[in-house]
């Protein structure tokens, strides 16, 4: 299943992985990253760190965008329903107002909106983010596991045009990485 | 409670003042940015959070523990042979032979989506507003907006007489080729809830995905499988933390004006009927700074055992408890504000059935409960205005309970007094709860604090992620912040010269 795949680089080398001491070097390292011109790579974080999509040169997230269309979807559905049900399938006289009685509809239409835009949001990010992924070659690297508690890491992909096994991981290091190592594809998917 | 006084220093202190009295250790100072006192005590470092949230799901559970869930859980049996009698026997056992007779199951339903609201008001509404102390909280009172939400619809489901036909309430088509009348609060009802419980569950999901990651790189065999699953993958890569914050940033601002609408369509199934004592316009407003009241109220209640419970005071500090005391103040002086005007209203109104209905809540028959919503939501949380109070353990966990009853009664109060003496004599009737009624609302008590139980005893009870965030050396970018430096103890100091 392509979905539960991240896209990843081919070959047997995944890419680089360098971990730092504290968020602020961690963002120093990452705007030295982002100039020396690498395009695939990332940073891991156990929390958001402010600004540093900045340090690292990225652009505002358009999820917004996709939550605008499935809220308006949402809504249009909610005053849709209600308005189909009320003048064509079941039309009923209530207290002597019209059938197509439209404010009395907005509460739904309203609570159906958000329930659009929740999904919107939820569903969107999952598949902006490419997630569920459950297995990831980084992974692999015992080191890591501290990504999801204290580590800081920048981890720089194989197929980055800018990628040098030597010259990255030299990079790395001389942006004050207390350790950098080399992390393989996974023979699994490499096969494939 | 011998903590108590150590913990309160931190908020009589100054900042740069306080000390962390088992080390000794100066704590952090000031935040860098907005110069306030820290939010979590002691010199923490980022390992020590995940360690103190982790350390109460790793160890085997605690007697008291134990003895929480036994006891939920019998009572949670109480509950299902509640429901089953109902069943069985249909809703005579609750007396229900005159309008008044369904008191007890609203005001129960009205009750527990009440609680509910200060779960959404802490994780979406303060975080609009960037109140950086909701971090300690918002995990646990999401979880219990969930499990409040979860006993409310019950009520409604079981109240219908006809319980098979429980469909009928959603729009589907159904063999007599009969749809709802959306025209109805009690419609919109059936949407405003069962949307608030389907958002809160995603915004609460969205919430855990980081801290399920934590747990799932912290432990093995089916623990670590089951984690890793609910973690669908997390690496802290921070391509999706962009994504993921304005996916969050979005859900917050979804699910404010959701809040609000919840519990003023719910006050609308009162305010739409012609009743007097019901028919008014404040009550969307009124609703909803009492479901808030009480939302605080179980919010507090909960949080002054879990911290003691899992020893997260230094996380759960008393300063946390201090800003939840002031918006109980805040939101029982508003509550209080509605008792008075609705008078001022029945009187205003030259409605002599407005004004009867008045009279009679105050001091007719059910003057008792009357008043003893009164004391417990207006007089008693005046407390709160006394340092002293606020930064008592016992007193706030007392007031809480006070106010959890008191807006119990609020409900009853409406419904009741304002049905018993309905526009038709024939309707008349000094309601007395029946066995099955007292047993439903203790039964739904068991299904909430089961679920608590399990919750507090199976996921990370604390955002640790975001508390990790409101830590002084988590801030990396600012040219104005000091730069971190870590000394040869692990502790982290502030030194000051400017970032590098």
């Known amino acids: 299943m392509a979905l539960l795949r991240a896209s990843l680089p081919p070959g047997e080398l995944f890419g680089a992985l360098a971990e730092f001491a504290t968020p602020a070097e961690l963002y120093h390292a990452c705007e030295g990253v982002r100039d ?64 197509f009685s439209w404010p009395a509809f907005i509460p739904i239409t309203f609570e159906l909106g958000v329930l659009g835009g929740a999904f919107g949001a939820v569903l969107g ?68 | 409670m011998s903590g108590t006084q150590s913990e309160s220093n931190p908020i009589a202190g100054r900042p740069g003042q306080t000390v962390e009295p088992s080390t000794g250790l100066a704590l952090s100072e000031s935040d860098p940015v907005d110069h306030r006192a820290p939010l979590i005590l002691g010199a923490q470092t980022f390992h020590a959070i995940t360690e103190a949230v982790a350390r109460p799901m790793e160890r085997p559970a605690t007697r008291g523990w134990w003895i929480c869930f036994l006891i939920s859980l019998s009572m949670l049996g109480l509950l299902g042979v509640s429901i089953a009698w109902l069943f069985w026997e249909g809703i005579g056992v609750w007396g ?22 200060a779960g959404t008001l802490i994780s979406a509404i303060l975080f609009l507003f960037r109140q950086k102390w909701r971090t300690s909280i918002n995990r646990s009172a999401e979880a219990m907006t969930l499990f409040a939400v979860a006993c409310a619809l019950i009520f409604p489901g079981i109240h219908i007489g006809r319980p098979w036909v429980a469909y009928w ?47 799932r790189d912290r432990s093995a065999g089916l623990r670590q499988k089951t984690f890793g ?37 719910v006050s609308m199934d009162f305010a739409t009927a012609q009743l007097p004592g019901w028919h008014t ?64 209203i029945a009187w205003f109104s030259g409605s002599a059935y407005e004004l009867f209905t008045f009279k009679n809540r105050a001091f007719g028959t059910y003057a008792w409960a009357y008043w003893t919503m009164v004391s417990c939501n207006v007089i008693l949380p005046q407390l709160f205005w006394l340092k002293k ?49 007292v047993s439903t609302l203790i039964g739904s ?33 600012s040219q104005e912040a000091p730069a971190i430096e870590h000394d040869a103890s692990g502790a982290v100091g502030l030194a000051r010269e400017g970032a590098a």
Request: contains cysteine.
């Open chain 2, 389 to 437: 109070v606020r930064s008592s353990l016992a007193a706030l966990f007392v007031l809480s309970i006070f106010v959890n009853i008191g807006m119990w009664f609020e409900r009853f109060v409406i419904i009741v007094t304002s049905l018993h003496r309905d526009f038709l004599p024939s309707s008349w009737f000094y309601f007395v709860p029946t066995f099955f009624d």
């Open chain 1, 125 to 192: 990010m999952l598949a902006f983010n490419q997630l569920p992924t459950l297995h990831h070659p980084l992974f692999a690297s015992a080191r890591f596991e501290r990504a999801s508690d204290d580590g800081f890491f920048i981890s720089v992909e194989s197929w980055d045009p800018q990628f040098d096994r030597d010259r990255t991981m030299d990079l790395l290091r001389r942006l004050g990485a207390k350790e950098v190592e080399l992390v393989a594809s996974d023979p699994a998917e490499g096969k494939e």
């Open chain 2, 445 to 477: 008590f068991g299904l909430f604090f089961t679920l608590f139980c399990l919750f507090v005893r199976f996921l990370p009870i604390v955002a640790t992620a975001e508390v990790k965030t409101v830590l002084p050396q988590a801030i990396a970018h």
């Open chain 2, 96 to 117: 229900l032979n005159n309008p008044v007779g369904w008191a007890f199951d609203i005001t129960n339903f009205v009750f527990w989506v009440g609680i509910g609201h």
């Open chain 1, 36 to 99: 020396a011109g690498y395009t695939r790579w990332d940073a891991h974080t156990p929390f958001p760190i402010h600004g540093l999509e900045r340090a690292m040169g990225l652009r505002a997230s358009r999820l917004p965008w996709v939550v605008l269309v499935t809220a308006v979807l949402g809504a249009v559905s909610g005053m849709g329903l209600q308005g189909w049900v009320s003048t064509i399938a079941y039309p009923l006289v209530i207290s002597g107002k019209p059938f």
């Open chain 2, 169 to 215: 309430m959603f729009p589907v088509p159904n063999q007599m080729g009969m749809w709802p009348q959306f025209r109805s609060p009690l419609m919109w009802d059936v949407f405003a809830v069962s949307i608030y419980g389907t958002v809160s569950l995603l915004f609460w999901y969205v919430g855990l995905i980081p801290d399920v990651a934590t747990m």
């Open chain 2, 229 to 265: 699953v609910l973690a669908l993958g997390w690496r802290g890569s921070m391509r999706h933390w962009k994504h993921y914050e304005t996916a969050y940033l979005v859900l917050a601002g979804l699910a404010t004006p959701l809040v609000l609408s919840v519990h003023s369509i």
């Open chain 2, 281 to 344: 316009t404040i009550f969307p407003p009124y609703f909803v700074a009492g479901a808030i009241f009480s939302g605080f109220a179980m919010v507090m209640t909960l949080m002054v055992i879990m911290r003691k419970a899992f020893g997260l005071e230094q996380i759960i500090t008393m300063k946390h408890l201090d800003y939840m005391a002031k918006i109980m103040l805040l939101t029982g002086s508003m509550v209080g504000y509605a008792y008075a005007l609705e008078f001022f």
